[in-house]
Each structure stands twice: as C-alpha cells, then as structure tokens.
C-alpha cells in the first residue's frame, strides 16, 4: 500500500509541482517531493522482497529471478512500444541515440544525465520514471546473492561495502557505486522486515546498525556537497545525493514512530488509494508519456482542464489493461511453460 501511494506522489509531483492553486493559495509545494517518495519506495521495496523470498516456499534463483523479470519486463516492453509509437506518430525522429537508450534501458543502466554524474544511458524517450526501474532491478539480483551466500552476515557487508562505494563516489561518481551506495537504503528495508519475521519489537534501538551506515553515508555526502561549495542545486548532485540519503533516515525514523502511534490515520491518508493499488505500477511507468508530457489530445481538446482529466482516464485505462488483463495472462502463461518444461 506504502508503495502504491509512493507512486501515485510521483504522478502528482509531475502534474503539480510547478504550480497548482486552492483557494487561491498556491500548494505545489506539497507536490515538491517526488524524489523522496522514490527514495521511501526503495525501503519498502527492500521489506517487501525480503519478506515475500523468506516466507515464500521455493527459494531458487530461477524462481526469484523470473518473478521479478516478469512483473517488470512485460509492463515495461508494452510501454516502451507504446510510448514509441505515440513518439513516432507525433513526428518524433528517432536517431541513433533513441537506440543507445532502448538497449540501456533493457539492461537496466539508466539514469537522469542532467541530475547524476556520468549517467550511463537516459530513460527511453524522455519517460523520466524509469530512472528508479534500474536501482530497482540490481538491488533484486544482489539481493539474492549476498543474502544466499553470507546469511547472517550479509547486512553488515552490503553496509559495508555501501559505505566504501560512498568513498568511492566523492572521486569518481559512476553507475556501479551508485547502485552499491544506495543499496544502503534499500537494504535497511530488508532489516525491518527481519525484524518483522523475526516478532522482534519494532524499535528505533533494533535498527541501529542500518541507521548508523545510513547516518555514515549522509554525513560523507555532506562533506562532498560542502567541498563543492560553489552553485550547489538541492535538485541535483551532489546536493541530490545528500538529499535522498538524509530522507532515508526521517522516512524510517518516521516510520517507526507512526508504527508506535498503531498508525493511526493511515486508513484516512494512504489507505483511500487501495482501489488502484493492482495497477500502480503501470501508472507509474506510463503516466509521463500519456499524462504529463502527452500531447496526442491536444488537437482535439482545446480545454487543457479537459484535456488532462481525459489524459488521466486514458493512463488508470492503459494500465489496467496492462496489469490486470496482458500481465496476468502473460505472467501465467510463461510460468507454466517454464515450470512444466523444467519439470520435464
């Protein structure tokens, strides 16, 4: 649910961060944090996956792996195709870049250039969201690696090793340390969903250990954001960096004391967005080509207000189509093949 309303933030964030009036009061601030809540979906992210592996019955990476393959590359090639099309028919050239960029994205290298140092590849036509998809999919295959071979022992080296690849950053900025520093943050998820399996108290004191790597890591970004004093950007790095990992430790702090106050008010707050919670991801990776950058209604509705209501239905439509009809049936009919030919 956490992770649903952290999606549906960013869709707000895309519409309304740069002006939206009540009252005749300007809000837009409340939309201003859509990296935030990226960074929020990264430690409920690293609790789910930590939860669904060690309750779940069939611990193989060939399970692992085509589960999570699944479920974020069948919506994902409906996007790109789709997305391309749209492109295609509203005159888009595409060049060899729009190629560099498809490949990246199919192997997970992408990154915003214009907020983080030496990027691999860009989102696939601009579709910004995606950035997040690439963090997401090597945080799944190291996860089960380092969790299969080091046990016990493996939050301790992935902080660790989180805390060397920060080290690392403030040098020489690139993709490998990038992912490996923000493990940080996702694998603090894992913790609590450990202590959760555990029936341990949840308590501040029984996360120490990732707060304190967390802490570690926010103070090594400051430094980097005070020794590159001059026009330093709160929405691009290094000021970014510093930004994310600071959140981290409010968000879980946050977290904990909500958790203490039997989460009292969650029904009335995230709780309304229950009904799209099954097609939140769709939205996620569709709403900026079909809402916020979407221009294929614009000869024939002339009323922006319209227009956008009309954009909204087109993507909550898109994605249900993509998640509850295509990725259902999909998803069940590879599993089977798989499954019945490994059986075999």
């Known amino acids: 649910m956490e992770g649903l309303c952290c999606s549906i933030y960013v869709v707000f964030h895309h519409l309304f961060a740069d002006g939206l009036t009540l009252f005749g009061k300007n809000i837009n601030v409340l939309f201003k944090f859509g990296q935030e809540a990226v960074i929020l979906f990264f430690v409920l992210s690293g609790f789910v996956i930590y939860y669904s592996y060690n309750v779940g019955k069939d611990k193989s990476f060939k ?186 430790i409010v968000a879980i702090i946050c977290a904990f004391l909500w958790n203490k106050l039997h989460w009292v008010g969650f029904k009335y707050t995230f709780g309304i967005f229950e009904f799209i919670a099954p097609i939140s991801f769709g939205i996620y990776i569709s709403h900026w080509f079909l809402i916020v950058d979407a221009h294929y209604l614009d000869a024939v509705v002339t009323n922006p207000i319209v227009r956008t209501l009309l954009y909204i239905v087109v993507c909550v439509a898109f994605a249900y189509l993509v998640e509850k009809i295509i990725y259902v049936k999909l998803n069940k009919y590879i599993m089977q093949r798989f499954f019945n030919k490994a059986q075999a």
């Open 63 to 248: 399970t692992f792996f085509l589960k999570r393959f699944l479920r974020i590359y069948i919506p994902l090639f409906i996007v790109f195709a789709t997305d391309a099309i749209l492109k295609k028919a509203g005159g888009y050239e595409f060049t060899k870049n729009t190629l560099y960029d498809l490949v990246g994205n199919i192997l997970m290298l992408q990154d915003v250039a214009s907020l983080k140092p030496n990027v691999v590849c860009s989102p696939f036509l601009g579709n910004s969201p995606l950035w997040s998809l690439s963090y997401e999919w090597w945080f799944y295959l190291v996860f089960f690696f380092v969790y299969n071979k080091f046990k016990d022992k493996s939050s301790l080296i992935v902080y660790l090793i989180g805390t060397i690849a920060t080290i690392t950053y403030l040098i020489y900025p690139n993709f490998v340390n990038r992912e490996l520093m923000y493990l940080v943050i996702w694998w603090a998820g894992a913790d609590i969903a450990k202590l959760f399996l555990e029936d341990k108290p949840m308590s501040l004191l029984n996360v120490k250990t990732p707060l304190i790597f967390l802490t570690i890591c926010t103070l090594l970004l400051a430094v980097n954001v005070k020794l590159q004093n001059a026009n330093v950007t709160i929405g691009v790095s290094p000021f970014l960096e510093l930004r994310h990992f600071a959140f981290s």
